[in-house]
């Protein structure tokens, strides 16, 4: 089965068509019962987003650009104390109120054609009904994706045990 159909990461309005990784990280905060030796986690921490990707070809600086004033305006606007929170949608995750911390790009003398992406977000969590919204939509690509077939196909490389010296 061959892949067909490239399916962006959208980072607000931008599509990241070349994702070379993602990861999302959840926890619980994690406390200790008064007067006893037991701990029992208390609260969701934050939920933080990192995405790897590449920028090719050449909408790469316009797409360069979208993103870092993606960045900028959100800043912004959370800096008046508004609602200013960046939707990232992919087949992991739909993560409604996420606000970039960081963002890197890189280019080298081997790829001077692409530009090298590595975006950071961190959850802004709002109250009420946004919140119960977003974790519908994230379960929803849950129910979803479960009953889709991958597209990917299994590594094609075979595996061999290496003699030991």
């Not at 019962?33 to 609260?43: E, M, P, Q």
């Not at 992919?90 to 992406?117: K, P």
């Not at 969590?125 to 979803?144: D, I, K, N, S």
């Amino acid at each position: 089965m061959t892949v067909t159909t490239n399916v962006p990461v959208l980072v607000g309005p931008v599509p990241l068509l070349y994702v070379q990784s993602m990861t999302v990280m959840e926890g619980f905060e994690i406390e200790r019962i008064n007067g006893s030796r037991f701990l029992h986690a208390t609260r969701p921490t934050r939920k933080q987003i990192g995405i790897e990707a590449m920028l090719i070809g050449p909408r790469r600086l316009a797409v360069k650009k979208s993103l870092e004033a993606l960045a900028l305006v959100s800043r912004e606007l959370l800096r008046e104390e508004l609602p200013a929170s960046v939707p990232v949608v992919s087949g992991l995750t739909i993560s409604l109120d996420m606000q970039i911390t960081e963002l890197n790009f890189t280019q080298s003398v081997a790829r001077r054609d692409a530009l090298d992406v590595s975006i950071s977000l961190i959850e802004v969590p709002r109250a009420g009904l946004a919140a119960l919204v977003g974790q519908a939509a994230e379960l929803a690509v849950a129910a979803g994706t479960a009953l889709v077939p991958g597209a990917v196909p299994p590594n094609p490389i075979s595996r061999t045990v290496l003699d030991a010296f």
